[in-house]
């Protein structure tokens, strides 16, 4: 996803191009750096997803108009204009953009792609109305950064009657997990440091949700769906919500631990004739959006066929509202002891910048990143700065 939204109320006070750019510019606009958008290009869930989305229904993009919101580097504006729209537009905010326009000029679409620079709220667009919306919004837990919000606006202003967006469905699932092991790296790791107690940072530890992959196995109960979203008929107000849950222990061993929750989305492609889906969830490919982890600060005990049952509760942070405040409340087999825990998702991405100075394949220092330390797959330029721009790769 590259960003149209604000990002955070930080933006730079002057543009500058790409291969200029020094850690300080990055820190306001950490989307101009094209070792984000490699990553998500490469994801083949990702982009194959929207390729076939759109290249396979042609028929649907024959002579329309098009709006890409958060454009990139331009990837889905040349698939749509390749399946035959009569024009594309794409926007963005990032200086990213400036990379977008050599490459829809190296790759003859000149005259079909017109880009601008800006935030969608405030930018006089050159079509007042658009036939079909395009857009990779979807963040860590489907909703961290608030793009879907931009997406909404774009909706509301600029689609025509009966018009398409692409995706149009999303579906949010929660599972609880066995990971005894992480989480004592993780979490138990700050009851005893070097013989100290740290049991303090123990609890902040706790509200930070993970963002990892989790194989299929570590799963103990069936899934369940916590929200639906339409895209043509979802409503701002509708991104803050509270969704119960119940889950149901699958597992035939004798008795076994739970130790976290685990939730993904599934994205879905159903106004086309040919039908696209793909999942983020532990039983599907590889995305970069991997799968998020609410650790429990007690652990759960299950045998086969006991319930859990709880609440979702997620919305925007006030103070900020790219972030999310996400509260879980459980029990389980209906006991009346329930346990309530605040996480936010608050993100520090890890920004790659060009130097020699350090060559360590920091992909196999750090190989389960949390939203504290997040990076790219096997970073090719190795020497990091930590940025606190609330940005995912």
Not at 379 to 391: H, I, R, W
Request: hydrophobic share 40%; net charge negative; aromatic share 12%.
């Amino acid at each position: 996803m590259s960003n149209s939204n604000e990002a955070s109320s930080s933006k730079m006070e002057e543009d500058v191009p790409p291969q200029d750019m020094t850690s300080k510019d990055y820190y306001a606009d950490s989307y101009a750096h094209f070792g984000i958008h490699e990553e998500m290009l490469k994801d083949s869930v990702r982009t194959g997803s929207y390729r076939a989305a759109i290249m396979n229904n042609g028929h649907l993009f024959k002579g329309k108009t098009v709006l890409d919101v958060g454009c990139g580097t331009g990837i889905l504006s040349m698939f749509a204009a390749k399946a035959g729209a009569s024009h594309v537009v794409g926007i963005d905010m990032s200086n990213i953009i400036d990379q977008a326009q050599k490459i829809i000029e190296a790759n003859g679409f000149k005259d079909s792609i017109t880009l601008v620079k800006g935030k969608l709220e405030e930018a006089d667009l050159p079509i007042k109305e658009f036939d079909i919306i395009i857009s990779e919004w979807m963040g860590y837990f489907l909703l961290y950064e608030s793009m879907l919000d931009t997406v909404l606006v774009a909706r509301d202003k600029y689609l025509k009657p009966g018009g398409l967006i692409f995706p149009d469905n999303a579906t949010m699932y929660i599972a609880a997990i066995e990971d005894q092991d992480y989480k004592d790296e993780k979490i138990n790791f700050w009851d005893n440091v070097y013989g100290f107690d740290y049991s303090c940072i123990k609890d902040i530890a706790l509200r930070e949700p993970l963002v990892d992959t989790v194989d299929l196995k570590a799963v103990v109960t069936d899934p369940c769906v916590l929200k639906h979203i339409d895209l043509l008929t979802v409503k701002k107000e509708d991104l803050a919500f509270t969704a119960p849950f119940t889950l149901t222990a699958t597992r035939t061993d004798c008795t076994y631990d739970a130790h976290a929750f685990l939730a993904w989305f599934d994205i879905q492609f159903q106004c086309t004739h040919k039908k696209v889906n793909f999942s983020t969830g532990p039983h599907a490919q590889y995305t970069h959006w991997k799968q998020t982890v609410f650790y429990t600060p007690q652990t759960v005990t299950l045998t086969e066929g006991d319930k859990i049952s709880g609440q979702l509760t997620c919305s925007p942070n006030e103070r900020n509202n790219r972030d999310l405040d996400i509260t879980i409340s459980y029990s389980t087999n209906d006991e009346a002891n329930e346990v309530t825990m605040n996480y936010k998702m608050c993100v520090f991405f890890l920004v790659i910048l060009y130097s020699p100075v350090f060559l360590l394949p920091f992909s196999s220092f750090v190989n389960r990143a949390s939203p504290l330390f997040l990076m790219t797959p096997r970073p090719s330029l190795p020497f990091l700065s930590m940025l606190t721009a609330n940005v995912r790769s």
